[in-house]
């Protein structure tokens, strides 16, 4: 299955619901158990009773917590109808050829996962999940990227306070986008999930058929294929700029694959050897330490 390049723009208020409060309150440096404030209601009785919950010990930082969604929730708000948030994707033929990926005709390597989770699992590879070549039968995966107004990281920029807040939303609303988009393309596009009826906490949860590793995730920890993306869906689109090495800007910006395989889930690609960096490199059609240089963090030592 194959669809053109679609771009789609999202306000705030359409992406709400879907950002994940975890990852939010983590980036403040605050543990899970605060996030659930995001899922009581907003009267000072609820919010009483859900510090009460709390240990005396914990009950100020829990204090800390209210407020903080309080102000990120006001200034969500604020920012509504003035900064909108931006998705491309595009469904490709695919299939897989060893290690790597054949998408619309583009070769796409991958890297194969290194460490078991225990002694008879297989080491896996993204590729795993998508038909051979040898089979003559050709299959899908998508591709997406997302991204925030790009006047939005300069807001308030003469409060500190204030502008932390915009950068860690940001982040949130980016990845708010691509959980929203993944819902719209498993149903109505794709349509392989065209039932699919989860509630918001079942898709932060990840409950849904199917995986979206992001560029730079465990997955697929090379950023440096984002170049190869930009190639298949033109993330220029929807104002994404790559740096010479890979990154995206905006910083709040987000990039990768849609898989629909049932037994498709996620893993690590973990710690790879010499030998694997240079067939990597060799599939890449790039030099062994340029490559090296994008994958430091799973280099043995």
């Known amino acids: 299955m194959q669809t053109d390049i679609t771009v789609t723009t999202y306000q705030l208020h359409d992406l709400a619901e879907y950002i994940n409060w975890i990852y939010f309150f983590h980036a403040w440096g605050f543990q899970p158990r605060f996030a659930t404030v ?10 009483e009773g859900w510090v009460s919950r709390f240990d005396e010990t914990d009950r100020a930082k829990a204090r800390e917590a209210i407020k903080l969604y309080r102000d990120a929730r006001q200034l969500l708000n604020e920012l509504d109808g003035r900064y909108p948030v931006y998705a491309v994707y595009r469904l490709m033929e695919a299939n897989s050829d060893g290690d790597n ?3 619309n005709g583009v070769h796409f390597p991958l890297l194969r996962q290194q460490t078991r989770v225990h002694a008879e699992a297989p080491f896996l590879c993204l590729s795993d999940f998508v038909r051979p070549l040898s089979s ?3 299959d899908t995966v ?8 790009e006047r939005m990281e300069a807001a308030y920029s003469n409060d500190d306070y ?8 940001g982040e949130r609303l980016a990845e708010a986008a691509a959980e929203k988009i993944h819902e719209t393309v498993r149903k109505e596009v794709w349509k392989y999930a065209p039932d699919e009826q989860l509630s918001i906490r079942q898709l ?6 199917g995986i979206r590793p992001a560029v730079g995730y465990p997955s697929l920890p090379d950023i440096s294929v984002s170049f190869l993306l930009d190639e298949l869906i033109d993330m220029k689109r929807i104002g994404i700029r790559l740096t010479e090495n890979g990154m995206m800007q905006p910083h709040a910006s987000v990039c990768g694959l849609m898989f629909a395989h049932p037994a498709s889930r996620y893993f690590a690609v973990g710690k790879i050897d010499e030998e694997q960096l240079a067939d990597y490199a060799r599939r890449r059609n790039l030099p062994t330490d340029t490559i090296r240089k994008y994958l430091t963090a799973n280099l043995q030592n």
């Open 204 to 209: 932060l949860n990840e409950e849904y058929q």
């Open 136 to 138: 003559g039968i050709p």
């Open 38 to 47: 995001s899922d009581i209601h907003g009267c000072p009785a609820c919010q």
């Open 101 to 103: 990926l054949i998408l």
């Open 142 to 149: 998508g591709g997406f990227a997302t991204t925030i107004d």
């Open 162 to 169: 204030q502008q932390l807040l915009v950068k860690t939303l």
